[in-house]
C-alpha cells in the first residue's frame, strides 16, 4: 500500500514537471508582442519618412556647379589618403557584359526591398528589434539627408578626372536619367554618405543581433556586395561609405537596443514557481503520509509480538 502511494507521488510529481515544462516552453519561442507597435501607427510613420527624404532630396536639385567641385575635393582627399581606386573595382566588373549588368541590376532593385522585408520580418517576430532598427534607420537617414542638403556631390561616374564607365547608362538597367541637372526622378548629386551602403550594414547588423543561427553572420555578404556594386558602378566614391559608416556607429551608440523584458512577465498561464510549490507541496504531503503509514505499521507489529 505504501509502495503504491510513493508511485502516485512520483506520478504525480513527474506530471507536475511535464506541466511545468509544456508551460514554460512557448515564452521562449513566441515574440513579445507587448513591444510591438500599432501596425498602422508604423505604417504613417515609414511612409511618411519616406516622403520627407524623397522631397528632401529634390530639394537638394540644382546645385551643379557647387556637386561637381565637391566631388573634386573628394577625388583629390582619396588620392591624398592613398585609398585604392574606385576604377580598380570597376575593372572587375567590365570582365563580362553579365556581371556588370548584375552590378546594375542589384544597385536598382535590392536597396528598397531588402530593408522593407528587414523591417516588416522584424515586426512580426522581433518586436523590440524592429523599434530599434527603425529609430537607428530613422536617424541614419535624417543625418544623410542632411549632408545631401549640406553637401551636393556629383558621383564619380560624372567625374572626368576619374575616367570611369557609367555602367547605368551604357550597360543597364539604370535607376537614373540621362540628363542629372534635370532628373526628377531622383537627386544624382546625393552621393555623401551613401544609404545603399548604410542601410545594408544596418540590415546585416539587425538581422544578426535579432537571430540565433550559426549561419547569421552571412548577412555581412549583404553590406559586403552592396560596396563592391556602389563602387563598381561608379555610383559612390569610397568617402561616401566611410562617412554612413561612422554616421551609423553615432546612431549606435546613441541608440541601444533595449533588453529584453523577463518572459515570466508575459506569460499567460500560472507562473512556474507558483506550479513548481504546488507539485513540491503535494510530493511533501505523500512523503508524510507514507511515513506515517510505516509508523503505524511498525508498532501494530510489535504489538503483536513480531513477525510469525
Not at 519561442?29 to 527624404?53: H, I, K, M, Q, W
Not at 548584375?102 to 523591417?119: D, G, K, Q, R, S
Not at 537614373?176 to 545594408?200: I, R, V
Request: aromatic residues 8%; contains cysteine; hydrophobic residues 50%.
Amino acid at each position: 500500500m505504501n509502495g503504491g502511494a510513493c508511485r502516485r507521488n512520483s506520478a504525480s510529481s513527474a506530471k507536475g514537471h511535464r506541466v511545468i515544462r509544456a508551460r514554460s516552453e512557448p515564452a521562449t519561442r513566441e515574440p513579445d508582442t507587448s513591444a510591438r507597435p500599432p501596425l498602422f501607427r508604423e505604417l504613417l510613420l515609414v511612409v511618411g519618412l519616406f516622403v520627407v527624404y524623397k522631397l528632401g532630396r529634390h530639394g537638394a536639385n540644382g546645385h551643379v556647379e557647387e556637386a561637381f567641385r565637391n566631388a573634386g575635393h573628394v577625388w583629390d582627399l582619396e588620392r591624398l589618403v592613398r585609398l585604392p581606386g574606385e576604377g580598380a573595382v570597376q575593372g572587375l566588373l567590365l570582365h563580362g557584359d553579365g556581371l556588370v549588368r548584375a552590378a546594375n541590376a542589384y544597385y536598382a532593385t535590392v536597396h528598397f526591398p531588402a530593408t522593407l522585408l528587414f523591417l516588416v520580418w522584424l515586426y512580426w517576430r522581433r518586436p523590440r528589434h524592429y523599434v530599434w532598427s527603425r529609430r537607428v534607420l530613422a536617424v541614419l537617414t535624417g543625418a544623410a539627408l542632411a549632408l545631401h542638403l549640406l553637401f551636393p556631390l556629383a558621383p564619380p561616374r560624372m567625374l572626368d578626372a576619374a575616367a570611369l564607365v557609367d555602367t547605368g547608362q551604357v550597360y543597364g538597367p539604370t535607376v537614373y536619367g540621362a540628363t542629372p541637372a534635370t532628373d526628377s526622378m531622383a537627386n544624382q548629386f546625393a552621393a555623401m554618405p551613401s544609404l545603399h551602403f548604410g542601410w545594408a550594414v544596418m540590415v546585416a547588423v539587425g538581422l544578426i543581433a535579432a537571430t540565433r543561427s550559426r549561419w547569421r553572420h552571412l548577412w555581412l555578404l549583404h553590406p559586403a556586395i552592396t560596396l563592391f556594386v556602389i563602387v563598381g558602378t561608379a555610383n559612390h566614391y569610397w568617402l561616401d561609405a566611410l562617412v554612413v559608416s561612422a554616421l551609423l556607429a553615432v546612431a549606435f551608440a546613441a541608440l541601444r537596443l533595449p533588453r529584453a523584458t523577463p518572459a515570466g512577465a508575459h506569460i499567460p498561464w500560472p507562473s512556474t514557481a507558483v506550479t513548481a510549490s504546488g507539485v513540491s507541496a503535494q510530493a511533501a504531503a505523500g512523503t508524510a503520509g507514507a511515513g506515517a503509514s510505516a509508523r503505524h505499521g511498525a508498532t501494530a507489529l510489535a504489538r503483536s509480538g513480531g513477525p510469525r
